[in-house]
């Protein structure tokens, strides 16, 4: 189970780096797909950046 998310906000759309992961479908984002940037805080404190797929996510 994902660990439980305090607080998230979406920066901008952008590009995902090579071999970053949808964190909604756990699939790949293709490095010429728009993705969601977001930076969540985690109850430790730490802020972690986390993609998206811009739009839904693949079937």
Known sequence: MPAKIESLAWEYFTYAPAGSR??????E???????????????????V????????CPE
Request: net charge positive; aromatic share 4%.
């Open 22 to 27: 949808c964190t909604a479908c756990r699939k």
């Open 29 to 47: 984002i293709k490095t010429v797909e728009l993705a969601r940037r977001g930076n969540l805080e985690r109850p430790s404190g730490q802020r």
């Open 49 to 56: 950046v986390i993609y998206r797929h811009a739009d839904k």
